[in-house]
T-cell receptor
Framework: GAVVSQHPSRVICKSGTSVKIECRSL??????MFWYRQFPKQSLMLMAT?????????EQGVEKDKFLINHASLTLSTLTVTSAHPEDSSFYIC??????????FGSGTRLTVV | GENVEQHPSTLSVQEGDSAVIKCTYS??????FPWYKQELGKRPQLIID?????GEKKDQRIAVTLNKTAKHFSLHITETQPEDSAVYFC???????????FGAGTRLTVKP
């Protein structure tokens, strides 16, 4: 089945630093990938749609300068949280669709900003 | 855009009983309705999905029904087991995740 790999699984960073999260589709090409954020005991909130070779589409209220997305190839999208602050601490998760079978999630990244 | 509402937010049942989770959606153009199970700290796992040209789908103890006219769909779990305890999310959108939106989730607890 379709597999989406996400790294790192956990990261702790200091306030003001940047963190990069990678999302890879392992056995299929994904022209589009999706980035979600999930706070404790809450649902998944779509942050942005990552488009291969073009700019990402951000949801309302998501700062594109803070959450930089790069989709440089058909199998890799990255999310960089710039100048991270404690309120950015959350579970970040990506997903991609292999076609007509819906979509598959990565394993998620738990970000803690101290 | 799509708006998905999910009820109940928490559900507790005895082992062996059935559990039903209901969702409504707003966009009549949505044609794909997956259900995900998420255990604590892990990724959501697709457990069943239904497309708009089907009214009901069953996979062993899990079934999903869809009423496109009323814009609601439900997850039914029969003969519940403790390992069914998790958070369940419904979602609605396009088949390739275009404008896919999630419900708020239902925390299911199955008591042994």
């Amino acid at each position: 089945g379709a597999v989406v790999s996400q790294h790192p699984s956990r990261v702790i960073c200091k306030s003001g630093t940047s963190v990069k999260i990678e999302c890879r589709s392992l056995d299929f090409q994904a022209t589009t990938m999706f980035w979600y954020r999930q706070f404790p005991k809450q649902s998944l909130m779509l942050m942005a749609t990552s488009n291969e070779g073009s700019k990402a589409t951000y949801e309302q209220g998501v700062e594109k300068d803070k959450f930089l997305i790069n989709h440089a190839s058909l199998t890799l999208s990255t999310l960089t949280v710039t100048s991270a602050h404690p309120e950015d601490s959350s579970f970040y998760i990506c997903s991609a669709s292999p076609g007509s079978y819906g979509y598959t999630f990565g394993s998620g990244t738990r970000l803690t900003v101290v | 855009g799509e708006n998905v509402e999910q009820h109940p937010s928490t559900l507790s049942v005895q082992e062996g009983d059935s559990a039903v989770i209901k969702c409504t959606y707003s966009d009549s153009a949505s044609n794909y309705f997956p259900w995900y199970k998420q255990e604590l700290g892990k990724r959501p796992q697709l457990i069943i999905d239904i497309r708009s040209n089907v009214g009901e789908k069953k996979d062993q103890r899990i079934a999903v029904t869809l009423n496109k006219t009323a814009k609601h769909f439900s997850l039914h779990i029969t003969e519940t087991q403790p390992e069914d305890s998790a958070v369940y999310f419904c979602a609605a959108g396009g088949i390739n995740n275009n404008d896919m939106r999630f419900g708020a989730g239902t925390r299911l607890t199955v008591k042994p």
